[in-house]
């Protein structure tokens, strides 16, 4: 059996986050992380069976680790009584976003490697794994609140997803486009008002108003 040499994942894991950040998932080459780290791809392939586990290896955890934490946050709210729910949307709303922010820009190379350098399909598998935990929250504290936002056709689960994709699509060009915290944080800011706007139509029927 092939032995392991002690630090030599670590290095190949750090090649190979060079290597997909430079040329992407499609052109990333196993041997040319296996040269940058001064080893042979068979030391990646006792690691890692293929470039797919080789690319998960450096993005899972954070990958996991945001969508653990918005389950987290979306269920601290949901555990709250409607009427509370309803009278602090907004300060929950908040304070949440600015930790999920936070997560974000700890780990802002995976999250690179995530939106920019991924395998096809990943990407769009991650964002509808969070999408899926904030429409689920949606649809709850439509029901808890009482609202007539879904008995009245004006939202739909379909509509729901459409909408929050489009949101954290959104937030995630703070990564695609490198912008530096200060910067990233006017953005989503905007980005939250912009959508507070078009929620505000669906939830008090301000469409039939206007």
Not at 57 to 86: H, M, S, Y
Not at 165 to 179: A, K, L, N, R
Not at 185 to 196: G, M, P, Q, S, T
């Amino acid at each position: 059996m092939a032995k392991r040499v002690e630090g030599v994942t670590e290095k190949l894991l750090e090649c190979a986050r060079e290597e997909f950040l430079e040329k992407g998932y499609e052109n990333a080459s196993l041997r040319t992380i296996a040269q940058r780290a001064g080893s042979s791809k068979g030391a990646i392939y006792i690691r890692y069976p293929d470039k797919a586990s080789l690319f998960s290896a450096l993005v899972d955890e954070a990958a996991n680790g945001i969508a653990l934490l918005l389950k987290k946050i979306q269920e601290e709210f949901t555990e709250l009584p409607g009427e509370v729910q309803a009278d602090r949307v907004q300060q929950m709303s908040d304070e949440g976003i600015s930790i999920f922010i936070d997560y974000i820009y700890k780990h802002f190379v995976e999250f690179k490697l995530l939106c920019c350098s991924s395998e096809p399909g990943f990407y769009s598998n991650f964002i509808h794994r969070l999408v899926n935990i904030d429409v689920d929250t949606t649809m709850r504290f439509i029901g808890n609140s009482s609202n007539n936002a879904v008995s009245s056709g004006r939202l739909t689960p379909n509509f729901a997803h459409l909408l929050s994709e489009s949101f954290y699509t959104g937030m995630f060009e703070i990564v695609v486009h490198d912008m530096p915290r200060e910067e990233g944080d006017i953005y989503i800011r905007r980005l939250r008002k912009f959508f507070a706007a078009g929620w505000m139509t669906i939830l008090n029927d301000e469409e039939s108003a206007g």
